[in-house]
């Protein structure tokens, strides 16, 4: 894991890369964006961009939350510059980042796990050498485990004590146990702060004033789940940036 040190120097670097976004956004204001776009910019990994993207997707279809989001940032953060420490008290967005994980892990069926001795689960046996992979895309959507499970509602977080830190094993987008992801400190910070930063300066709308309840949000299944269809995003500065 990062130590608290090493974060602050990534989350600098990260701010220098999200500058160049937001000047890049300034520049290309009523012009469509492919949103894929971003990974030009906040380059490093494939699934900080598409969980950024997933969350973007949502936050279209979901105006209601992102008033929300945009409510809570302008009560906690009153610069325009976002640091790290700020997104602490952002537990609103926190819960939106844990409900877009449910229903979009990017690793879909976590990395391959072998069994390195016979043993069991659940009732389950496992034998020795068998390849596991742990399906947290279904478990996300399980009706037993959650309530309206395709609905996006960051709410059901918000009274809950329940985390993607691999100890519930509802909620594994970072898998569990000793080859759980290393980078989440790190994922984690750079996500919040990208999707922060694009909410407090900018809003987004589809591409062609398309209608946003019907927007696909069907993935390419891979080892990795991105969109099957670009998400493309029209950005206008709000009122209160004009002058940025
Ligand atoms: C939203 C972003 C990310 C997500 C959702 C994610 C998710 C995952 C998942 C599910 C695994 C497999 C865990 C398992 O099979 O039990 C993994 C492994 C790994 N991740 Fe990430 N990851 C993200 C970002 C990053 C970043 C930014 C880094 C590096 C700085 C990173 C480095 C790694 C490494 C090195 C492994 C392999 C660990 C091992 O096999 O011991 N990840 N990640």
């Keep these: 894991m990062f130590s608290p040190k090493a974060l602050e120097a990534q989350s600098t670097l990260r701010n220098e890369k999200i500058t160049h976004l937001l000047h890049f956004l300034r520049r290309k204001q009523g012009e469509v964006i492919d949103i894929q776009d971003v990974e030009l910019f906040v380059a490093g990994t494939n699934s900080i961009t598409s969980t950024v993207i997933w969350a973007m997707s949502e936050l279209v279809r979901n105006p209601e939350v992102l008033s929300k989001i945009e409510e809570e940032m302008k009560k906690e953060i009153k610069t325009q510059d976002i640091k790290h420490f700020q997104l602490t008290k952002l537990t609103y967005l926190q819960a939106c980042m844990k409900e877009v994980f449910r229903l979009h892990p ?3 069926f976590l990395i391959p796990h072998m069994a390195t001795e016979n043993c069991e689960v659940m009732n389950y046996l496992i034998p020795k050498n068998a390849k596991i992979l742990v399906n947290v895309w279904a478990m ?11 609905s996006f509602k960051p ?19 970072f898998g569990s146990g000793r080859r759980m992801c290393p980078g989440l400190p790190s994922a984690l910070n750079s996500v919040q702060l990208l999707l922060a930063s694009l909410i407090q300066e900018f809003d987004w709308t589809l591409a062609n004033g398309d209608d946003p309840s019907k927007l696909d949000m069907n993935g390419n299944f891979g080892i990795a789940l991105k969109r099957e269809i670009p998400l493309k995003l029209v950005f206008k500065q709000k009122q209160a940036y004009e002058c940025a």
């Design 106 to 108: 990017v690793v879909p």
């Design 155 to 173: 709410e059901r977080f918000l009274d809950s004590k329940m985390d993607f830190k691999g100890q519930d094993f509802e909620l594994l987008p």
């Design 140 to 150: 996300g959507r399980d009706s037993k485990i959650w309530d309206e499970p395709l």
